[in-house]
């Protein structure tokens, strides 16, 4: 069996400044979307909360090699609580890249807040993969 850990690094970011715009507000509109206003978390603007976050699976290629590891993504979380514009800021490789992608796509988010109302924000995610220490296999 394998254990798969997931971590919004929400609020390490905001404590350490981590892929976060913070303190600047609105990061901007990112091209291709339609969702218009991107912000950071910050300057009155609240972080979207997972509700419900299904963990990744390990890739078989991964599996083999008793790979371990984190990925981080940036993701945008629009004002309907769902992950936009995902982006692979720290690789992992071995297929796990994809796995991380794909179980954050399934995400969805109270989304974040600026002035009581529902905006998209910028957050980075961490996804780590780790085998069992009981098995140390797939």
Not at 10 to 23: M, P, R, V
Not at 77 to 98: C, H, M, Q, S, W
Not at 115 to 125: A, Q
């Amino acid at each position: 069996m394998t254990r798969t850990s997931i971590t919004m690094v929400l609020a390490f970011a905001l404590t350490a400044g981590i892929a976060l715009a913070q303190g600047q507000g609105k990061v901007g509109v990112l091209p291709g979307t339609n969702h218009g206003d991107v912000y950071s978390v910050g300057a009155g603007v609240s972080p979207p909360v997972p509700i419900y976050n299904p963990e990744p699976e390990y890739s078989e290629e991964a599996c083999k090699a008793k790979y371990q590891g984190s990925v981080t993504l940036q993701v945008v979380v629009n004002e309907k609580g769902a992950p936009t514009n995902i982006r692979v800021v720290k690789k992992l490789g071995l297929g796990l890249d994809e796995k991380a992608i794909e179980a954050v796509m399934k995400w969805r988010f109270k989304p974040g807040l600026k002035d009581g109302m529902p905006v998209s924000v910028m957050v980075t995610i961490e996804v780590g993969f780790r085998l069992a220490a009981e098995k140390k296999s797939c």
